[in-house]
């Protein structure tokens, strides 16, 4: 991932500044997409996508809910077995799946000359990857199968349905990838490598980040004990946020 991400020299004045700028930037983008995930719950709830395929207090057919059950299972069998050691069939009715869809920051591993073997863990303030609130988040399914906690299958099998639900959600409701371009959020699905592939929804804010050069982030991490290492937000990032409103009635002159 880091490929993708920009470089820029900083000297430590202007780290420290812009730490302290991109950490009330990303506490602002956390709270707003949380709200707009609570006024979107009602149209994302998983009874509506999956019907009688998932047990809830109210279990009644959906139109396409058989079509929308059947790439669950498929892209669930995908990935079931490495590395989760899970059963490849899914019973129908699923246990009752949450309706709150939680946002968790964006991670990947960054490795360099003089980390060793031991990657630096790289967060990102203007992406998250989306799933259905469950007891097994993303670390903790994350820490079952690294083996740092024992594996609870029960967790394990909920958290992938978990994750695997906005992706299923996105494709069979195509026209919710423009609402969220409409609300300034980029829609697409990532493989998590370190989770055999898992998919997931990753959300972008419209902001661009950069990263420092690696021997600055060796310095940071070593000082700090800590292999880990935030994205910066570049103050004039703001300026250059796209416009999709204005962008589409711009076209319509042409």
Same mark, same amino acid.
């Not at 991670?107 to 031991?118: D, E, M, R, T, V």
């Not at 060796?218 to 300026?239: R, V």
């Given at each position: ?39 979107? !719950? ?5 009874? !509506?996508?999956?019907?009688? =395929?998932?047990? @809830? ?18 892209? =669930?069998?995908?990935?079931?077995? !490495? ?6 069939? #899914? ?19 960054? =490795? ?21 609130? @469950? ?5 903790? #399914? ?21 994750? #695997? ?32 592939? +898992? ?11 950069? +990263? ?10 070593? #000082? ?28 319509? +002159?042409?």
């Amino acid at each position: 991932m880091a490929e993708d991400i920009s470089r820029k020299n900083l000297d430590n004045q202007e780290f420290f500044k812009l730490r302290q700028v991109t950490e009330k930037i990303a506490n602002f983008l956390n709270k707003r997409l949380t709200w707009h995930l609570d006024i979107l !719950k009602p149209l994302l709830t998983p009874r !509506k996508l999956l019907g009688a =395929y998932v047990k @809830s207090a109210v279990m009644e057919d959906v139109p396409g809910s058989d079509k929308a059950f059947a790439e669950l299972q498929e892209r =669930y069998a995908a990935v079931c077995e !490495k590395p989760f050691t899970l059963p490849r069939k #899914l019973q129908s009715p699923l246990p009752p799946i949450s309706t709150q869809l939680d946002a968790t920051p964006f991670q990947y591993p960054l =490795y360099f000359a003089g980390s060793g073997n031991k990657p630096v863990s790289i967060t990102s303030p203007t992406r998250w990857i989306l799933a259905y609130q @469950s007891d097994c988040p993303l670390n903790r #399914l994350k820490a079952m199968v690294s083996g740092m906690e024992p594996r609870q299958p029960d967790d394990m099998r909920q958290a992938v349905i978990n994750h #695997l639900l906005p992706v299923v959600y996105m494709k069979q409701l195509p026209d919710l990838k423009p609402l969220f371009e409409d609300l300034r959020y980029q829609v697409e699905t990532k493989e998590l490598g370190d989770l055999g592939g +898992l998919p997931v929804v990753v959300v972008n804010a419209p902001l661009e980040t950069f +990263l420092p050069p690696d021997d600055f982030i060796f310095q940071i991490t070593q #000082l700090s004990g800590i292999a880990a290492f935030q994205e910066i937000i570049d103050s004039e990032a703001i300026e250059k946020i796209p416009d999709n409103l204005k962008g589409a009635l711009r076209n319509l +002159l042409r």
